[in-house]
């Protein structure tokens, strides 16, 4: 029996505005449904697409409405006038007739300024990324499958880890393309990226019956990301009333670019704790 090629990327097009997700999208909970991160990046893709060159995108917005099926997704997308310097890109991800994630981001003209007159103290990437060892994602969710999270995206950790709750420090790198044949951008490298924050920060360990799961994914930049690897120095609160808030400061080998944030729902996993592997 001849073995199914290894996809190439995380979508193949499939006709104008659609794209097949390929098993590189999976997530970690169900077979059937994405990670947050390859629908953030695909509506990134679509976002891109309508900023104009001398336009920089500033802050994005990701809804993900339901669970994201491994599937034919269509999209749609429209750039909307706020004034002459302000405009908004809203995208959106259908599978067949049902919405299942949407964004809406804001593209802002640039403008040659002279240097600041005060700058935050620069901070680099103590060393490179690749000096620490890769980690590996944990199993207990989705076994031995292909997912998102251990087989298209690299991880190394510089603080923290997958298996210890708190605060951490993770730089992750996409291994394939968010759409064959085209080059990620700054902004679609962000957002894979940035969905990973409430979860390598996660306050309850593998071993718990309770975790967090994320409304939202918003990030602010100042810059675009100037190398594929992507920082993530995650923190995640969590208040009385059982909700969160995750706060990652996002960032490359240069330093900081921007802030991402994930309102969060706390939810029981199930009545017997996961099996860590």
Not at 2 to 17: C, V
Not at 160 to 188: H, Q
Request: charge should be negative; glycine fraction near 8%.
């Amino acid at each position: 029996m001849t073995a199914t090629p290894e996809p190439t990327a995380l979508f193949e097009r499939s006709g104008d505005g659609t794209f097949v997700a390929t098993e590189f999208t999976r997530g970690p909970w169900r077979p059937d449904a994405q990670h947050g991160g390859p629908p953030s990046a695909l509506l990134a893709h679509e976002t891109v697409n309508h900023v104009h060159a001398d336009e920089f995108v500033s802050f994005i917005e990701v809804e993900l409405v339901r669970p994201v099926p491994l599937a034919s997704l269509t999209t749609r997308a429209e750039r909307v006038r706020i004034s002459g310097r302000v405009h908004r890109i809203t995208a959106e991800l259908h599978d067949g007739d049902e919405l299942v994630a949407r964004s809406s981001a804001v593209a802002l003209k640039t403008e040659d300024l002279d240097p600041p007159e005060w700058e935050a103290p620069s901070t680099v990437a103590p060393d490179p990324p690749e000096a620490f060892e890769p980690a590996d994602p944990p199993r207990w969710a989705s076994g031995d499958v292909t997912t998102y999270h251990r087989n298209a995206v690299e991880h190394r950790f510089t603080a923290g880890s997958f298996r210890e709750p708190g605060p951490a420090i993770d730089w992750v790198r996409l291994r394939v393309p968010v759409v064959v044949g085209a080059e990620p951008t700054s902004l679609e490298r962000l957002c894979a990226a940035a969905d990973f924050g409430s979860g390598i920060s996660a306050v309850y360990g593998p071993r718990s019956a309770y975790g967090l799961i994320n409304a939202n994914l918003t990030i602010s930049l100042y810059r675009h990301a100037s190398s594929d690897w992507i920082s993530l120095d995650a923190t995640t609160h969590v208040g009385p009333q059982g909700c969160g808030l995750g706060v990652t400061t996002l960032g490359d080998v240069d330093g900081p670019v921007g802030i991402a944030t994930q309102s969060l729902l706390g939810y029981r996993l199930r009545a017997e704790p996961f099996v860590t592997r």
